[in-house]
């Protein structure tokens, strides 16, 4: 099946640092999304990128689907960013189309 | 729109004993998931359905494990009997067909499980 590698697996930044998350996968996708996972548990979706920029404040992503990757911009960023950061994919090839398949996460934190 | 509801957020229970988490979609959503996020496996898809229909439960560990989806608005999954070792976060999610970001995954706040 699809893989999905995150790096680095641990970030540690001071308040107010810029930051690059990337996510690579292994095969096409027709679905792709960046989860904030807070210290409470929570899964908060960020962005659905399958291609292309967005933004969202202080957030970024960019995907660039003919190579495989994405990455995640955190701007000027605040200890309230402190968590983990999980990319995740649905493969666009017949029969994985349900599955949102996780990547292992960044785990971010940001210092005051 | 709430979002997708689980419950119990938390429960601790003895091993043995039946557990049943259930999860309210979001509504016009027809496609729902079960993921159990665990230290050692990290958020991992248990099984996932359709307009109600199971598609994929590869994902569900072993015989003890049972997910329904007997309606669009309503799921369970159930563990009978529990184990020590099913202690994780379960998560249900939700998502419609639709195209662009509607294809997005919605997660629920999770239902902490605790087998003693």
């Known amino acids: 099946g699809i893989q999905v590698e995150q790096s680095p697996p641990d970030l540690i930044l001071q308040e107010g640092a810029n930051s690059t998350l990337r996510c690579n996968f292994s095969?096409?996708?027709?679905?792709l999304q960046w989860f904030h996972q807070n210290p409470w548990g929570q899964l908060i979706n960020l962005f659905y990128?399958?291609?292309g920029t967005k933004q969202n404040g202080r957030l970024s992503a960019t995907t660039v689907a003919t190579e495989r990757y994405s990455l995640l911009y955190i701007s000027s960023s605040q200890t309230t960013d402190s968590g983990v950061y999980f990319c995740a994919v649905r493969g666009s090839l017949r029969g994985s189309q349900g599955n949102l398949i996780f990547g292992k996460g960044t785990k971010l934190s940001v210092k005051p | 729109d709430a979002g997708v509801i689980q419950s119990p957020r938390h429960e601790v229970t003895e091993m043995g004993q039946e557990v049943t988490l259930r999860c309210k979609p979001i509504s016009g959503h027809d496609y729902l998931f079960w993921y159990r996020q665990t230290m050692m496996r990290g958020l991992e898809l248990l099984i996932y359905?359709?307009?109600?229909?199971?598609?994929?439960d590869s994902g569900m560990p072993e015989d003890r494990f049972s997910a329904k989806m007997p309606n669009a608005s309503f799921s369970t999954l159930k563990i009978q009997p529990s184990e020590p070792r099913d202690s994780a976060v379960y998560f249900c999610?939700?998502?419609?067909?639709?195209?662009?970001?509607?294809?997005?995954?919605?997660f629920g706040e999770g239902s902490w499980l605790t087998v003693v």
């Open positions: 359905f359709n307009n109600n229909v199971p598609i994929d």
């Open positions: 990128i399958p291609s």
């Open positions: 999610a939700s998502s419609s067909p639709g195209q662009g970001s509607g294809n997005t995954i919605y």
């Open positions: 095969d096409s996708v027709n679905n």
